[in-house]
Nanobody, 124 residues
Framework: QVQLLESGGGSVQAGGSLRLSCAASGNLNSRKCMAWFRQAPGKEREGVARVNVDGSSTYYAYYVEGRFTITRDSAKKVVYLQMDGLKPEDTAMYYC?????????????????WGQGAQVTVSS
């Protein structure tokens, strides 16, 4: 089992920045991929960014490419999402997820563990 706990959400004006953190605990050796997803009110959950646990590759959704950065601190077992140039359309609940299989898909079914979410609100 892997437990994930997000933190760092909040409210910011358009153009501002926030950094989300995802602290992992439990059987961490089973992880292959860590990712951030988001879900806005009335919309389906969508992928934002993902990273191989060994740090070899990162992947970004086109709507955050160049503005968001996913990094991981292996020693602290934390994954971060640095969000710069925030837009009102980035407003959503952001979820951390972990996969024990591979890091090649945005499909929610590919991820085995999920955090409770952190709210991000961007005002215009």
């Amino acid at each position: 089992q892997v437990q994930l706990l997000e933190s760092g959400g909040g409210s910011v004006q358009a153009g501002g920045s926030l950094r989300l953190s995802c602290a992992a605990s439990g059987n961490l050796n089973s992880r292959k991929c860590m990712a951030w997803f988001r879900q806005a009110p009335g919309k389906e959950r969508e992928g934002v960014a993902r990273v191989n646990v060994d740090g070899s590759s990162t992947y970004y959704a086109y709507y955050v490419e160049g503005r968001f950065t996913i990094t991981r601190d292996s020693a602290k077992k934390v994954v971060y999402l640095q969000m710069d140039g925030l837009k009102p359309e980035d407003t959503a609940m952001y979820y951390c997820a972990a996969s024990v299989l591979y890091c090649g898909s945005w499909a929610e079914g590919a991820f085995d563990y999920w955090g409770q979410g952190a709210q991000v609100t961007v005002s215009s």
